[in-house]
């Protein structure tokens, strides 16, 4: 295996094109076997791999910079610059391998990334650093097409174009972010790709050099070998022209040899660059190829069928979808906008219902918000389902477009809490803050899938911004799933009552909380546990009766600052001075990837680090 032999992005320049292509078949099935062992970002890797073999072959890393948007392609980079053990064994594990681009975990990753549309803004900077410094290196930033649906994009390509700054974009093109790319540049993109005046051009070229006995062949095998650099007259690429870019492509994203001479040329050029390359997202694994948008992000598979293992749960994103499905059908009102996200919120279950209703805006949760801030000011009800780490983008907007106006729109917020092996940047763990210092919000966050549908019926009905948090899957309750006792706004509900120790839990951490009281109980402790489900406004009155605990415990998954604790606190400072309070949340650090489970334990958010803190502050 030539694989064995890759220590570094050195070795691979002494191979041949031919061995190239091999390693490349040999990188493919080592990423299939790894992500179907841990899980992780599988279609979008497998379709980078020729893209990232051709950069290693012609840039220098770590000396060059090779900066990739969000990461969900830089797998093959990982293995190619020393990491090929770490990622075979402990992809996305704790203390292992991240499923991203990491500063901290190579000199290689020249920057750390998990949202869309940072890259050409962090490569702008670096190559700006590189010229006031007076260094050489070159500075490529590698950028999905589905992030060119995010406004920064055009922000950083603007300010590069009219500097002129020396720098490379490369566009990887595969017609999709985690769903089918929607918006102009997406369509725009398609044209180049069939650009009819070059695919003519060629075939022209073809047949005429054809009838040239003796020397044609060769002409045309001449023709061929620049055929990428005469394409660019022909294939309109003005629109990057026009912003001060050097427009290349469209490039076969999988042919070495070209992507290899391009490269090389592209090294001597002084100015911006933009180099598109198309590559097919799953390249290699059927299952992938056919349904990448199903092989985004995947849980550990089996690889022979692409089935995945483990337990089904039950989707908060896909209930939430099916509530508002129901509710849409007798109020006209109703719609949702998402961010590229309609499978991984669970709203194409809502656009399968009301496909007129569904607004997939691209990455651009800015836009979103505001694009649901004038539905609501105009007589629409809107839901924007977003990712709880992509929510924090737009809060500006959050703040001035949507809360200044107390606007009815209604944020359904997925991948709340602590994520798991998506690691520091997608840890959903601010939200509960962020969203509760705006007036006019109001903020909850139910403990099961029967309490979400019930705060997405209340959202119905109610005439404000509202925001409802949850994690991505959620209990299964079978037969128990409905319940049509209506919540009021705010309202807060006492489970068990203890003497000593009263719990103040919300969304997840209630059933934490009501394990730790068990384990408590058995250590003579009396504890009981109140369903925080309304971070704000918060239900006074039951906050009162839970004063007849000695010590009130507040337990949430987020972190401290802005949260159910600090409010509980500034409500006790004011109403009960001197009252003992203990407020347990996730620590003032970023949560590396591990399992759920071990973030919780690391947090002291399982139910037995929430019961030995409980002990511990009892003892002092």
Same mark, same amino acid.
């Given at each position: ?129 590189? +010229? ?5 290196? =070159? &500075? /490529?930033? *590698?950028? %999905?097409? $589905? ?121 001597? +050029? ?5 180099? =598109? &390359? /198309?590559? *097919?997202? %799953?390249? $290699? ?134 994520? %798991? ?200």
């Amino acid at each position: 295996m030539l694989l064995r032999e890759i220590q570094g992005p050195a070795d691979i320049k002494k191979l041949s094109i031919r061995e190239l292509t091999a390693l490349a078949e040999e990188i493919r099935e080592e990423i299939v076997k790894t992500v179907a062992r841990h899980g992780g970002h599988l279609a979008s890797n497998l379709g980078a791999v020729e893209l990232t073999l051709a950069l290693h072959y012609v840039f220098d890393c770590p000396d060059d910079k090779l900066v990739f948007d969000v990461g969900h392609q830089s797998y093959a980079h990982k293995i190619l610059t020393g990491r090929l053990e770490g990622f075979r064994e402990t992809l996305r594990e704790e203390g292992g391998v991240s499923g991203f681009p990491r500063a901290s975990e190579s000199d290689c990753d020249a920057f750390t990334a998990g949202h869309a549309s940072t890259a050409i803004s962090a490569a702008l900077g670096m190559a700006r650093t590189r +010229d006031v410094m007076g260094d050489d290196y =070159h &500075v /490529v930033a *590698v950028v %999905g097409d $589905g992030a060119l649906t995010g406004g920064m994009c055009y922000e950083a390509l603007n300010d590069a174009g009219q500097s002129q700054t020396r720098m490379i974009v490369i566009i990887n093109d595969n017609e999709m972010s985690i769903s089918h790319n929607v918006g102009a540049m997406s369509k725009y993109l398609t044209g180049l790709r069939q650009s009819r005046s070059y695919r003519a051009f060629k075939r022209g070229v073809r047949r005429g050099l054809e009838r040239i006995p003796g020397v044609g062949a060769p002409m045309f095998r001449f023709v061929e070998k620049f055929r990428d650099w005469l394409k660019t007259p022909f294939v309109d690429g003005k629109f990057f022209d026009a912003l001060g870019f050097r427009y290349i492509g469209p490039l076969d994203g999988h042919d070495l040899k070209t992507l290899i001479r391009i490269f090389r040329r592209a090294k001597e +050029d002084k100015g911006p660059q933009i180099l =598109h &390359v /198309v590559t *097919v997202k %799953g390249k $290699g694994y059927m299952p992938a190829e056919s349904h990448p948008d199903a092989y985004h992000g995947v849980a550990p598979f089996l690889v022979e069928t692409g089935e995945m293992r483990g337990e089904k749960s039950v989707s908060c994103g896909r209930v939430a979808a099916a509530e508002l499905a129901a509710l849409a059908e007798n109020d006209i009102r109703i719609c949702t906008v998402t961010a590229a996200m309609p499978s991984g919120t669970g709203m194409e279950v809502f656009g399968k219902a009301h496909p007129g209703r569904l607004y997939d805006v691209g990455i651009a949760e800015e836009h979103a918000v505001t694009m649901a801030a004038g539905m609501a000011a105009s007589g629409m009800k809107p839901y924007v389902a977003v990712y709880s780490t992509f929510l924090q983008r737009a809060f500006d907007q959050i703040a001035t477009d949507v809360c200044i106006g107390a606007l009815p729109v209604t944020f359904l917020i997925d991948r709340a809490g602590l994520v %798991g092996a998506d690691g520091v940047t997608h840890q959903g763990v601010f939200d509960l803050g962020y969203l509760s210092m705006l007036p006019n919000m109001v903020v909850a966050a139910p403990r099961d899938v029967r309490d979400l549908k019930r705060l997405v019926r209340l959202s119905a009905e109610y005439d404000g911004p509202m925001a409802i948090r949850y994690p991505k899957d959620g209990e299964d309750l079978g037969a128990n799933m409905e319940s049509h006792k209506p919540f009021q706004i705010g309202e807060w509900e006492i489970l068990t009552s203890g003497e000593d120790v009263m719990f103040l839990a919300v969304g997840r951490m209630v059933q934490s909380a009501m394990n730790a009281s068990i384990e408590l109980m058995k250590r003579g402790v009396r504890a009981g546990v109140v369903d925080a489900r309304f971070v704000k406004p918060m239900d006074e009155q039951v906050l009162r009766q839970a004063l007849k605990a000695r010590l009130l415990v507040t337990a949430e998954e987020n972190v401290l600052s802005g949260g159910l604790g600090e409010r509980v606190l500034a409500w006790l400072a004011e109403n009960a001075p001197g009252h003992e309070a203990l407020t347990l949340a996730v620590p003032d650090r970023f949560v590396e990837h591990a399992s759920m489970e071990s973030q919780l334990r690391q947090c002291g958010l399982d139910a037995h680090g929430l019961a030995e803190s409980v002990l511990e502050r009892l003892r002092r």
